[in-house]
């Protein structure tokens, strides 16, 4: 069945306050409701309420038996005929069975603690109730457990009473005194760890932080409790918004879909993105935990404070916080290593998406299961579309838009289109008119931009172009769309620079008193999410890539001429002609590694060779091996021609002192490892000794996964004995055991496929913890592109058989598995024919998932 924005209709009944009572036990829970219901349409309708799994006990109304109610397991609801008409008290007993509940949706137990996950359809799974985010109700919770075993006993808001029961049990009520959805519900109880701290909001109000874990992690959490005091100052800076509770909870659990959850005063997280330490934890990983921290921060007024009508607005949320979180990221650490990383993971996941099967807009209009779009476009893309707002206002006009925003809507449920209205009202009615069609269309923009001097006239023209995908809509039209543009000198100055705005399908530009031919820089840190072809000739983008004083556009110089130069070297390899390497590149490139006035952090960047994922965008049919030969063979050559000044590189950056977590000593370290992965792969053993040698003195998982899969991608002699020392040393600690089994799952070589159904049986397994699938099985199909893409099919079936396995238990993991079977429709046809009956045999199963049937029926249409 699939459901359509054009057919959203407002609740028929709204929920005012709900108490709620739980008697916990693992396999048995009774939840008790009681609630106060009233009629919000004038329709004459029965009250159907949402119900997963439960078992119903009993319903009364207005402290009276109730029995005129039908419980349809098969579509999941409860109605209630011929309810009172005005306000009346609905209360409803029911059972779970939190143990058994293997979705992690809903309330479930991940290892010793019960936690929950409720957005976006997860409270269905603990009682009946109107599960959807306009209906916002005040929550009240009593928890009743075994003071034993659940010593901590958590919900959201404030704790208002405790105490002791029979039969060695305890209780803690709390209240939420803001309104909310019920996908922002919360419950967490257990044996926790934690630790402490406080915050004092700018207005003087003392908050309570509190981050819990199992008990021995304590001293992991430290980064996120300085990520998370960094994010309430950064939101009270940029933007003016402090915390609204006494109390600011996190927990952290290792059974988790995603990566963490806002719900209001008590965040519930993977706790991939919340432990970590010098000697357990990359540079990337403490990156991260300090994004997500920040991002579900954020959410709580972008979110719990204004939430969203109906899941259709999911970038209403997702789209505005991702922004604010690359905002604080860009504040804490570096503004442009951070423009560039989030650009380069775009473009593998978010481009990729909209080219394929499962291309939607930032708003789609229709879809079968909602947590299939928690999805790089609604929240990557979304974030960017927030961006080009910003840019289009100016950061005071975009800072007016959020104030308005909040101002007009604290406390609702609304659309993308309110909030739209409140940066137009507070920016002079700015005209969003056509900025709107970026929230309805599918598919990545184009844009080219050519450029005319007139000499005698000292003018330059810039013409700017855009056009659509095959795959946008029919009757798509044109985007408005902030271009940033620089006119370089020979001095390699700046003489013109300023955004423009494209709304036409092509548009000139003209400037004035440009008294030489320029160079034109053009979408400067990206100022739109756009696919970019320009008139500028190879030695053109030499010169950006030494003098462009934006850095994303002076990365991107070396990204557009590396990837051109591969995509005519795999038509070669497919030709199976001779591989050559343009000389002037591998010039350009060794001049960037001698260049001295660059930063580590941006020239570990400057080294990134084009992706497969990348490369394989702009080939109309993929062809696999040759992909990852001519990028093996791009970094050899590189690697062969530069061996000296990488080897200077790798040696001279001294880290043995104290360790630092600051953007320097991070890119450094990404440095180090960058030029070590070049060297591997120039012929002989010497440069693979140097690499085992740095992952046995590593004193940081920085340096040592990172060395790790430096000995594995070279294939390296040393890798079986690397692999099992790690292994030894590390085999307690699931968080790294991902990392492991990872670097193994992405290994190009045939051994792969054995391995991964040999670790598959590795005690430090579990298929039930979606972040050991997704390291093992996810990388394998997502980033394996060589042996997922193997010419027997065992790729596929071995995937195929997972997703189906995986299916049963967690259907959100199961169908985020399918994303190796998007490229169907571009394979070689002997491989579609291997990939086929795998998706035939999928779609075929009978009690498969929304989920799974979803994706899988996009691919095969
Ligand atoms: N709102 C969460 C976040 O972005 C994501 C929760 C998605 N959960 C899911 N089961 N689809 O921070
Ligand atoms: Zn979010």
Not at 120 to 125: C, T
Not at 170 to 187: I, N
Not at 426 to 437: H, S
Not at 508 to 537: C, H, Q
Request: aromatic share 10%; with cysteine; glycine share 6%.
């Amino acid at each position: 069945k699939v459901i359509k924005l054009s057919e959203y209709k407002q609740p028929d009944y709204l929920v005012e306050t709900i108490d709620l009572t739980f008697h916990l036990d693992s396999t048995k829970t009774l939840v008790q409701s009681k609630m106060t219901v009233s009629k919000n349409t004038t329709d004459a309708a029965p009250l159907v309420l949402n119900g997963e799994e439960l078992i119903l006990k009993s319903v009364k109304i207005n402290g009276e038996a109730f029995t005129d109610y039908k419980h349809d397991e098969e579509v999941h609801t409860l109605t209630l005929n011929r309810v009172p008409a005005g306000s009346f008290t609905l209360e409803i007993e029911n059972e779970i069975n939190p143990e058994a509940n293997k979705t992690l949706d809903g309330l479930y137990k991940s290892g010793t603690i019960f936690c929950t996950q409720n957005e976006p359809e997860g409270f269905r799974r603990i009682t009946f109730y109107v599960d959807r985010p306009d209906n916002m109700a005040k929550f009240t919770t009593k928890i009743i457990a075994d003071k034993k075993l659940y010593p901590i006993l958590l919900s959201n808001g404030n704790p208002i009473a405790k105490g002791d029961l029979d039969g060695g049990k305890h209780f803690v009520t709390w209240e939420d005194p803001f309104k909310k959805p019920s996908y922002l519900y919360a419950l967490v109880a257990g044996d926790l760890g934690f630790i402490k701290d406080t915050y004092k909001t700018t207005s003087g109000r003392n908050v309570a932080l509190e981050i819990y874990c199992d008990k021995g992690n304590e001293d992991k959490c430290h980064h996120a409790m300085e990520s998370l005091k960094k994010s309430m100052k950064w939101d009270e800076d940029r933007f003016g918004l402090e915390y609204d509770l006494d109390i600011y909870m996190i927990v952290a659990v290792d059974a988790f879909n995603m990566g963490a959850m806002e719900n209001k005063g008590l965040n519930i997280f993977n706790s991939a993105y919340v432990l970590a330490d010098q000697k357990s934890a990359t540079d990337g990983n403490f990156y991260g935990i300090e994004s997500v921290i920040g991002h579900e921060y954020f959410h709580n007024w972008t979110g719990n404070r204004i939430t969203c009508r109906d899941w259709f607005q999911l970038t209403l949320k997702e789209g505005l916080t991702v922004f604010r979180d690359q905002e604080f990221s860009a504040d804490m650490n570096s503004r442009s290593v951070e423009r560039i990383q989030s650009v380069l993971g775009l473009r593998a996941s978010q481009f990729a998406e909209d080219a394929g099967p499962t291309s939607h807009p930032i708003k789609p209009a229709t879809y079968m299961e909602i947590n299939n779009f928690y999805t790089a476009t609604i929240y990557e893309k979304g974030a960017e579309v927030i961006r080009m707002i910003q840019t289009l206002l100016g950061v005071d006009g975009f800072r007016r838009g959020m104030d308005k925003y909040f101002e007009l809507f604290d406390g609702q449920a609304v659309r993308t289109e309110d909030f739209i209205h409140a940066m137009s009202v507070a920016n002079d009615n700015f005209d969003f008119t056509q900025f709107k069609n970026w929230y309805g269309q599918n598919g990545t923009p184009l844009l080219k931009s050519t450029s005319k001097y007139d000499e005698a006239n000292k003018r330059l023209t810039l013409t700017l172009t855009q056009s659509f995908p095959a795959n946008a809509p029919k009757d798509a039209k044109p985007y408005h769309m902030p271009v940033r543009v620089g006119l370089i000198g020979a001095d390699g100055k700046d003489v013109a620079s300023k955004v423009l705005e494209l709304k036409t399908p092509t548009q000139d530009f003209v400037f004035e008193n440009i008294s030489s031919k320029p160079i034109t820089s053009v979408n400067r840190d990206f100022s739109a999410p756009v696919k970019l072809t320009t008139d500028l000739s190879f030695d053109d983008q030499l010169f950006l890539m030494a003098h462009d004083s934006d850095s994303f556009n002076r990365f991107e110089a070396a990204q557009v001429v590396a990837q051109k130069l591969m995509l005519d070297l795999i038509q070669d390899a497919h030709a199976k002609k001779p591989l050559e390497l343009n000389a002037k590149y591998v010039a350009a490139f060794g001049k960037v590694l001698a260049d001295t006035t660059i930063d580590e952090a941006f020239k570990a960047l400057s080294m990134t060779i084009p992706s497969e994922g990348i490369l394989h965008q702009e080939l109309a049919e993929i062809y696999y091996p040759e992909t990852e030969a001519v990028r093996d063979f791009v970094m050899k050559t590189l690697a062969t021609a530069h061996q000296d000044i990488l080897l200077k590189l790798f040696t001279s950056i001294d880290q043995k002192g104290e360790y630092k977590l600051d953007p320097k000593a991070m890119g450094q370290r990404d440095l180090k490892i960058k030029a070590l992965n070049l060297l591997s792969m120039v012929d002989g053993d010497k440069y693979k000794t140097l690499a085992f040698d740095h992952f046995k003195s590593a004193t940081n998982m920085t340096d040592e996964i990172g060395a790790l899969s430096v000995l594995i991608n070279s294939n390296s002699s040393f890798k079986a004995e690397a692999l099992k020392s790690f292994y030894t040393k590390w085999k307690s600690e699931t968080l790294v055991m991902q990392k492991w089994l990872s670097v193994q799952a992405v290994a190009s070589d045939d051994s792969a496929y054995d391995n991964i159904l040999a670790l598959e049986k590795d005690s430090i397994y579990d298929r039930t913890i979606p972040n050991l699938v997704r390291a093992l099985l996810g990388q394998f199909a997502a980033n394996n592109k060589v042996q997922f893409n193997h010419p027997s099919g065992r790729g596929y079936k071995l995937v195929a058989d997972r997703m189906l396995e995986l299916d049963k238990l967690n259907p959100q993991v199961a169908s985020r598995l399918a994303s190796g079977f998007k490229d169907y429709s571009r394979i070689p046809k002997d491989l579609q024919a291997k990939m086929k009956p795998e998706l035939d045999r999928i779609i075929k199963t009978d009690g498969l998932s929304k989920n799974v049937y979803e994706i899988v029926s996009k691919i095969l249409a």
